[in-house]
């Protein structure tokens, strides 16, 4: 079954430190992994986006990672900032012929206090 | 750009009434898929169109339908709304065939069942 995990579920920490969020996923067959950042009621904004080849990619004071061995990623937010206060979505892609499937994980609830 | 967008963005309705939600893909997208966001969870797929066709269904009741225009704006209709059925409902619009296509979303519509 096709199912991607994330976790912590919630995570709370000061401005200015660093926080690493985990994704573990059983998709198959894998197309990419997307992490989307959701602020509450809004949709979901895609922040990096890493294919089968791709090990680390940055995105500003973010950093993904994907071990496609262990079918696992991270997303580090480094220096947070209190906007960074938001959901954090693992979102893998399979590459299944004529309709590719998203699958979500549950998301990080994370909040940045002062 | 205006990107993908859906109205209404809040709407409340009474159980067993019907409601129609709408959305407009980003420009240039041909692909419109639905999903249903309950209160701290990961989005659930209800279904895809391309084309105007109804391509792929999650596992959500009958009472849950859509359409696509030829312009591929996007309906989604239910049917004898349930206190459950409140949820936000987000709508993401892609390209087909283009490889590792980034999924956008629309902010959604935040729908309470009364």
């Known amino acids: 079954k096709n199912q991607v995990e994330q976790s912590p579920q919630s995570l709370i920490i000061l401005e200015g430190k660093n926080c690493t969020l985990q994704?573990?996923?059983?998709?198959?067959?894998?197309?990419?992994l997307r992490w989307y950042k959701q602020d509450t009621g809004r949709g979901p904004v895609s922040l990096t986006i890493?294919?089968?080849?791709?090990n680390t990619k940055s995105n500003g004071r973010y950093t993904a990672t994907l071990d496609a061995d262990t079918k696992q990623s991270s997303l580090h937010i480094t220096a947070s900032q209190l906007s960074d206060s938001a959901s954090y979505i693992c979102?893998?892609?399979?590459?299944?012929?004529?309709?590719?499937?998203?699958?979500f994980g549950t998301g990080t609830r994370l909040t940045v206090i002062p | 750009d205006a990107g993908v967008t859906q109205s209404p963005t809040h709407l409340i309705k009474t159980r067993g009434q019907q409601v129609t939600l709408r959305c407009s893909p980003k420009?240039?997208?041909?692909?419109v898929s639905w999903y249903q966001q309950a209160l701290g969870q990961g989005p659930q797929f209800i279904f895809q169109?391309?084309?105007?066709?109804?391509?792929q269904r999650g596992n959500f009741p009958d009472r849950f339908s859509g359409h696509q225009f030829p312009n591929y704006s996007s309906e989604l209709n239910v049917n004898a709304l349930l206190l459950g059925d409140s949820a936000l409902y987000l709508c993401?619009?892609?390209?087909?065939?283009?490889?590792?296509?980034?999924?956008?979303f629309g902010q959604g519509t935040r729908l309470t069942v009364v």
């Open positions: 979102v893998v892609t399979d590459n299944q012929t004529g309709a590719n499937n998203l699958f």
């Open positions: 890493m294919t089968f080849s791709e």
């Open positions: 420009s240039g997208h041909d692909t």
């Open positions: 169109y391309y084309e105007e066709e109804e391509r």
């Open positions: 993401a619009s892609r390209i087909e065939g283009v490889s590792d296509t980034e999924a956008f």
């Open positions: 994704c573990n996923y059983t998709v198959s067959p894998f197309s990419n």
